[in-house]
Each structure stands twice: as structure tokens, then as C-alpha cells.
Nanobody, 121 residues
Framework: QVQLVESGGGLVQPGGSLRLSCAAS????????MGWYRQAPGKQRELVAT???????NYADSVKGRFTISRDNAKKLVYLQMDSLKSEDTAVYYC???????????????WGQGTQVTVSS
């Protein structure tokens, strides 16, 4: 199996910063992409940012210029640096990974358990 464990959430004032981390472990042959999604109360889960192994990144328009995704491929880590946080960034943030578990195996999408980010004064 594959596990994704997030950390770094918490309470921060508007304009502040937080850094989320996600570590992947378990039966992993290769990771194609890792990313972050979020879900606010009463809303659908939405993409925040993704990063492929080749270094390509994609951001939601609402976070461009404020959030930065980065990866440590060797350690199977993905980070989300969140700056200039706004109240509308309040949500549960989920780590996501597209994983191939064996050389001739298929690819599967895995999710972490989520970490709460609350932006409030």
C-alpha cells in the first residue's frame, strides 16, 4: 500500500504564511505527479497546485503568485508554501499522488488524510 501523510496546517492571520508538507511511503516504484487539493465547508474539492516529476507545475488561478509547490523526488516529499493567505484559503488541504507501485504495475491515485488550514484574525 501507499501512504501520504500531510503536516503543517494550522491557524494563521490574513496575510500570513504556512508551509504544508506531504510524505509518501510504502510500495512505490515511481511517482508521476504530486499535488495539493483543498475542500472548504459546503464546497467541492478543488485543485490548488500540482507538480510532475519533470518539474512542470500547475496552479489554480486563485493561488497564482501566492502559493508555491515544490518537490523532493528522492525523498518522496511535496511542499506547498502559502504566502499572503486570505480568509478564502481556509479549507482542509489534501495531498495527492499519482503512483506506479511496480515496474509492470498500473498507476493509482492516492490521497492523504488532510490537514486543516484556517485563515482568520
Amino acid at each position: 500500500q501507499v501512504q501520504l501523510v500531510e503536516s503543517g496546517g494550522g491557524l494563521v492571520q490574513p496575510g500570513g504564511s504556512l508551509r504544508l508538507s506531504c510524505a509518501a511511503s510504502g510500495r512505490i516504484f515511481s511517482i508521476y505527479s504530486m499535488g495539493w487539493y483543498r475542500q472548504a465547508p459546503g464546497k467541492q474539492r478543488e485543485l490548488v497546485a500540482t507538480s510532475t516529476t519533470s518539474g512542470s507545475t500547475n496552479y489554480a488561478d486563485s493561488v497564482k503568485g501566492r502559493f508555491t509547490i515544490s518537490r523532493d523526488n528522492a525523498k518522496k516529499l511535496v511542499y506547498l508554501q502559502m504566502d499572503s493567505l486570505k480568509s478564502e484559503d481556509t479549507a482542509v488541504y489534501y495531498c495527492n499522488a499519482d503512483v506506479q507501485r511496480a515496474l509492470l504495475g498500473g498507476r493509482y491515485i492516492y490521497w492523504g488524510q488532510g490537514t486543516q488550514v484556517t485563515v482568520s484574525s
